[in-house]
Nanobody, 124 residues
Framework: QVQLVESGGGLVQAGASLRLSCAASGRTISSKGMGWFRQAPGREREFVAAITGSGTGTDYADSVKGRFTISRDNAKNTVSLQMNSLKPEDTAVYYC?????????????????WGQGTQVTVSS
């Protein structure tokens, strides 16, 4: 069974950058699509970005496209989310998730394992 642990969150000012990391243990995630989701207070969890198992395909929510970059290192069993030009509306708890298959999906039901989340707060 795969366990996921996120790190890298914090408090930053608008315009700053953060890099989130997700470390997997228990089993390799190289065959799994991986995703990042976020949830702000009072709002539903929403899709942010996803990457295929091979790392050759990515998908982004319109709200982060051009500012965020998802990547993976299958040798290290990790996935990262580089977040640039952060905005106050990016404030949320960010979750890493492993998909059931190697393809990309935006739906929460497509992910079978979730991390505990890391808080990102962007001040104006």
């Amino acid at each position: 069974q795969v366990q996921l642990v996120e790190s890298g969150g914090g408090l930053v000012q608008a315009g700053a950058s953060l890099r989130l990391s997700c470390a997997a243990s228990g089993r390799t995630i190289s065959s799994k699509g991986m995703g990042w989701f976020r949830q702000a207070p009072g709002r539903e969890r929403e899709f942010v970005a996803a990457i295929t198992g091979s790392g050759t395909g990515t998908d982004y929510a319109d709200s982060v496209k051009g500012r965020f970059t998802i990547s993976r290192d299958n040798a290290k069993n990790t996935v990262s989310l580089q977040m640039n030009s952060l905005k106050p509306e990016d404030t949320a708890v960010y979750y890493c998730a492993a998909a059931m298959f190697g393809s990309i999906t935006r739906t929460i039901r497509g992910y079978f394992t979730w991390g505990q989340g890391t808080q990102v707060t962007v001040s104006s």
